[in-house]
C-alpha cells in the first residue's frame, strides 16, 4: 500500500512558476513509476508527466513539454513537478501517482493505469 500526498498548489500568475511536491508513504516508493496527471471542471484526468523508477526517464504531455519538469527523491520517497512559465490554460486539480507499469506506457493508459492517487491539489492561474 502506498499512500501520497500532494502539497504546492497555489495561485500564480501567468508566466510564473510554481512546483508541486508529492510525499509517498512506505518503504517501496523506488520500486513505482510516478507521474502527474491534471483534472479541470469539466473536463476528465488528462496525463502531464511521468518518471521512471530511477528517474533516469522522463516523458511528459505536448501541452507541457519545455514548461514542466519532474524530478524524483527516492531518499525522500518525493516526486516533484516544477511547473515554468505558467498559461492561462493550466489551472486544475493536480494529481500525483503511482504505477506498477512500465513508465512508457503511463501516458498511452491513461488514469487507469494508475495503482494509486493522491487527494490532489488545486493550482490556479491569474493573467
Known amino acids: 500500500q502506498v499512500q501520497l500526498v500532494e502539497s504546492g498548489g497555489n495561485l500564480v500568475q501567468a508566466g510564473g512558476s510554481l512546483r508541486l511536491s508529492c510525499a509517498a508513504s512506505g518503504r517501496t516508493f523506488s520500486t513505482y513509476a510516478m507521474d502527474w496527471f491534471r483534472q479541470a471542471p469539466g473536463k476528465e484526468r488528462e496525463f502531464v508527466a511521468a518518471?521512471?523508477?530511477?528517474?533516469?526517464?522522463?516523458y511528459y504531455a505536448d501541452s507541457v513539454k519545455g514548461r514542466f519538469t519532474i524530478s524524483r527523491d527516492n531518499a525522500k520517497n518525493t516526486v516533484y513537478l516544477q511547473m515554468n512559465s505558467v498559461k492561462p490554460e493550466d489551472p486544475a486539480v493536480y494529481y500525483c501517482?503511482?504505477?506498477?507499469?512500465?513508465?512508457?506506457?503511463?501516458?498511452?493508459?491513461?488514469?487507469?493505469?494508475?495503482?494509486?492517487w493522491g487527494q490532489g491539489t488545486q493550482v490556479t492561474v491569474s493573467s
Open positions: 518518471i521512471s523508477r530511477s528517474g533516469g526517464n522522463t
Open positions: 501517482g503511482a504505477t506498477n507499469r512500465a513508465v512508457s506506457a503511463v501516458a498511452t493508459l491513461g488514469p487507469g493505469g494508475n495503482d494509486y
